[in-house]
């Protein structure tokens, strides 16, 4: 294994006191639903709004003295904790993303000090102007997704969960670049071989699930999603995330905007939590019966806060969203519901 336990727990050490030990909470309402404990872990507490400070934290961390700037290509989040983490240890930060980013994630980061720079319209063209950079200003550049320290920080996730619940069974985790799912695989799987990890995506450019399909890293074409922070290729080259969650993922499953636009609406109304549409996706498996009985406890991750406000409001009140040139027709949650 290119990242392994150890790696984790050594990551442990080096967030601690940045990275937060969010809580997991059960969910009463998706646990009567499954009629076992259903467990909500709670990235969305960390200080950036997600769980990609634990990685970015741990890769800035790990960096040579000689460094003196970072990069990164990034659908918000990513970048967010890399200016984050860049900040903190005074380096030069320049993230990369495209114009599908919500003005919500580029204010975040801009307001960490570091430098935006928004190219084209796809994670693609941000990952081309982020490898420009490393090029022409000598800085170098940290991977969302398939780096060693970036896997093991998002890895100590799964640590923190097996640690909190021994007795975890099946976990949901919300799959892009597989970052997540390889560093939450590594970890959880060390600790119980039997704890059964499901990678979810949106079902329209999942990139990691084609690939897993054909057997390769494969290009999808990118589209807007309520899930934004799951857009975004895996990378023809990749070296890591993707071997690792080709080897070690149980299943994958995909669900659609309107799936993830009810859960959004079960997360708010029953559980009271303000959450991007990227974090709910193993919660509409779930609820569209897209899983075949998993076993219990079941626990997912909600990875992150960082939405836009409107977008939400209108998908909570139950009005049209505009997603490219698409429609998502509006739904009112059901009324009275109430635990
Ligand atoms: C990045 C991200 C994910 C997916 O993580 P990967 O490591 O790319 O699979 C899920 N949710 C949120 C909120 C994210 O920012």
């Known amino acids: 294994m290119p990242v392994t336990l150890a790696d984790i727990s050594k990551a442990q050490q080096v967030i601690r006191g940045v990275a937060d030990q969010t809580p997991m909470v059960p969910s009463p309402f998706m646990s009567r639903l499954c009629g076992q404990d259903f467990l909500l872990k709670l990235e969305n ?5 997600a769980f990609k400070l634990r990685g970015a934290y741990n890769a800035v961390m790990n960096l040579p003295e000689s460094v003196s700037g970072v990069t990164c290509c990034s659908t918000g989040n990513h970048g967010r904790g890399v200016a984050y983490a860049a900040a903190k240890k005074g380096l030069r930060a320049v993230i990369c993303m495209s114009e599908l980013v919500p003005k919500a994630k580029i204010d975040g980061i801009k307001a960490l000090g570091a430098e935006v720079s928004i ?35 998002q890895g100590t996730i799964g640590l923190e969960m097996m640690e909190a619940r021994p007795d975890l069974k099946t ?9 997540l799912a390889a560093g939450i695989c590594v970890a959880a799987k060390a600790i119980n071989p039997a704890v059964e990890v499901i990678g979810i995506s949106m079902d329209r450019g999942a ?8 057997g390769h890293p494969v290009e999808v074409e990118e589209v807007a999603s309520l899930a934004d922070s799951l857009g975004g290729g895996i990378g023809l080259n990749n070296q890591l995330s993707f071997p690792l969650c080709n080897a070690l993922l149980d299943d994958v499953v995909l669900v659609s905007e309107a799936e993830i ?12 939590i303000v959450a991007e549409g990227a974090c709910v ?46 429609i998502l027709a509006g739904k009112r949650y059901g009324a009275g519901r109430v635990l």
């Open 281 to 326: 996706v193993g919660m509409a498996a779930m609820l569209a019966g897209k899983l075949r009985k998993p076993k219990g406890p079941v626990a997912t991750i909600i990875t992150g806060r960082n939405l836009d406000m409107d977008q939400f409001l209108q998908i909570i009140s139950g009005q049209d969203i505009q997603l490219g040139d698409r």
């Open 261 to 272: 636009r009810d859960a959004m609406q079960v997360l708010f109304f029953e559980d009271r």
């Open 207 to 214: 990139a990691m699930h084609a690939s897993i399909k054909a």
């Open 119 to 153: 190219t084209g319209t796809s994670q693609d063209d941000a990952m081309a102007e982020s490898q420009r950079l490393v090029h022409s200003d000598g800085l170098v550049e940290i991977s969302p997704f398939d780096d060693p320290f970036v896997i093991a920080g």
């Open 45 to 49: 507490m960390q200080p950036i709004g």
């Open 171 to 179: 976990i949901l985790v919300p799959l892009s670049g597989g970052g």
